[in-house]
């Protein structure tokens, strides 16, 4: 890392990493990679005089750099790669179901949202085979990260201060986890918030509105609109959809924007009709809802094949890490509005077509669900105690 002038000292609370980030960015024998999650380009410009909404993603990138950043990757990257396995996970419940396997175990959950996952681990013990065993995308980007691109550049893995950008606490939390470690070395160093990057941005006196912008580094920086919905409430869903039918019907599905996915209600059903697939998709957030859906399940008083559960008001972009909106609401469907614009303007919208996901199996991990991709990719739950704090 570069050095840079600014010391907001007097800014950290505690589980702030902010004192971290400037002393590694600093330090120059070490590599530092940031990586940020999707809804972070639709909401961080808000401080700056952007509009909700408003993708500053080159602007970040641009930012970043600025603070001696070594190189800038994205989450979003890595929620394809998510999406291959987790949409094969999908297809592979899914055709045993059909074919009349009463032993396979639907719904399948998205698994993406840990504050989400430490709730299923404190409060339904009985449920753990429910979510989906692939890791999160700021998890999986973490992974490839040390394990394969670090080895590729000739670097050891402690060189590698891996920085994860995210919306929330709860990250934080993921990423201490110790399976997501060897020994000491974490695959996500740390995390810091969109609100914590919003204030060393100020401190070190960098304005997004004025900065140039520059692209974020390539390869684990190309990604597909599937991969950038991530950030709203549905979104996992709707892309983990998208490439699981393509792949069960072996045809494209055209219509990809599935409208019963999207909204604002905090409990959704939808029915989903694709050929001769018909599916049952439940989407909550807000743990209170979520709980509620869970309980239904519980009880067999309803039936989905899959189903997506965030914690936050409207999923990632509602975040506790992010910034403060005066008009609430109509902040957040702005930040959700701002995802799906850039969904439909890209020309790869499906996790299945990112052309550097593909790559990465070619050379390394085989096929999703392979031996290789188990290991790098997927992870476990373990039951908790209630209001259990490790
Ligand atoms: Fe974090 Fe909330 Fe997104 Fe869950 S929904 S990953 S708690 S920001």
Redesign the pocket.
Known sequence: GACISACPVNAITAGDNTFKFLRDLSTPNKVVITQM?P?IRVTIGEAFGFEAGTNVENKLAAGLRKLGVDYVFDTTWAADLTIMEEAAELQERLEKYFAGDDSVKLPILTS?????VKFIEQNYADMLDVPSTTK?PMQMFATVAKDIWAKEHGMERDRIISVAI??????KY?ASRPEFSRGLNYDVDYVITTRELIKIFEDSGIDLKTIEEEEIDQVMGEYTGAGVIF?RTGGVIEAATRTALEKMTGKKVENIEFDCLRGWDSFRSCELEVGDIKLKIGVT?GLREAAKMLDKIRAGEEFYHAIEI???NG??V?????PKARKRQETLQKRAEGLNAIDRSLPLRRSNENPAVLAIYDKYLDYPLSHKAHELLHTKYFVRAKNSND
């Open positions: 999650a809804a993406c949202c840990p504050a989400w999160s995210m919306p929330c606490i709860a990250k993921e950030g957030y965030m914690a936050c999923g990632c509602g975040g506790g890490g992010q």
